[in-house]
T-cell receptor
Framework: DSGVTQTPKHLITATGQRVTLRCSPRSGDLSVYWYQQSLDQGLQFLIQ???????AKGNILERFSAQQFPDLHSELNLSSLELGDSALYFCASSRRELTNEKLFFGSGTQLSVL | AQSVAQPEDQVNVAEGNPLTVKCTYSVSGNPYLFWYVQYPNRGLQFLLKYITGDNLVKGSYGFEAEFNKSQTSFHLKKPSALVSDSALYFCAVSPNTDKLIFGTGTRLQVFP
């Protein structure tokens, strides 16, 4: 068990809808990363938060947004969903903001857009 | 452009034989290098990390990785494969403290 908790584990929704994925980092970790894993794109970095502030942005669509709350949990909001958004979404955490640190991954949220 | 390449989509090896999963990178400077493993229906787990020093890095579950600066490679190795090693392996490179780049992954299949 990595100590990173993601909910829900599975999410099935329809095109055009909006969903929220939740992540609780390991105790004491201040940095949260979001990744999207799909068969054709591999593991894509979406966004990183550190201690409540956005630190780095990757290939995140404008329809997607995220935030990190004062208790350090994070939410990834996906709106106007399309079939191509179906993927496994991972959250990872680390102690500090530096990307050369070891990351701890959650088990992911499998999103299916029908 | 900075990148990480895992040239093999899949590696097949018999149990008990040595295994190698290849990784090459294209970044400037002295990057940090990582290997992660993903078992079915699980998140990625850290295996090992190279910062500086000895070119052979030892990690979890008997894995090790060899850093070769001249060939810009960081191949993952294990002397004797187990069926339970079957999983998806990701190489990752951090060229600085602001970016982490993952490879596309290599599926390792160990046959009994």
């Amino acid at each position: 068990d990595s100590g990173v908790t993601q909910t829900p584990k599975h999410l099935i929704t329809a095109t055009g809808q909006r969903v929220t994925l939740r992540c609780s980092p390991r105790s004491g970790d201040l940095s949260v990363y979001w990744y999207q894993q799909s068969l054709d794109q591999g593991l894509q970095f979406l966004i990183q938060y550190y201690n409540g502030e956005e630190r780095a942005k990757g290939n995140i669509l404008e329809r997607f947004s995220a935030q990190q709350f004062p208790d350090l949990h994070s939410e990834l909001n996906l709106s106007s969903l399309e079939l191509g958004d179906s993927a496994l979404y991972f959250c990872a955490s680390s102690r500090r903001e530096l990307t050369n640190e070891k990351l701890f991954f959650g088990s992911g949220t499998q999103l299916s857009v029908l | 452009a900075q990148s990480v390449a895992q040239p093999e989509d899949q590696v097949n090896v018999a149990e008990g034989n040595p295994l190698t999963v290849k990784c090459t990178y294209s970044v400037s400077g002295n990057p940090y290098l990582f290997w992660y493993v993903q078992y079915p229906n699980r998140g990625l787990q850290f295996l090992l990390k190279y910062i500086t020093g000895d070119n052979l890095v030892k990690g979890s579950y008997g894995f090790e990785a060899e850093f070769n600066k001249s060939q810009t490679s960081f191949h993952l190795k294990k002397p004797s494969a187990l069926v339970s090693d079957s999983a998806l392996y990701f190489c990752a490179v951090s060229p600085n403290t602001d970016k982490l780049i993952f490879g596309t992954g290599t599926r390792l299949q160990v046959f009994p």
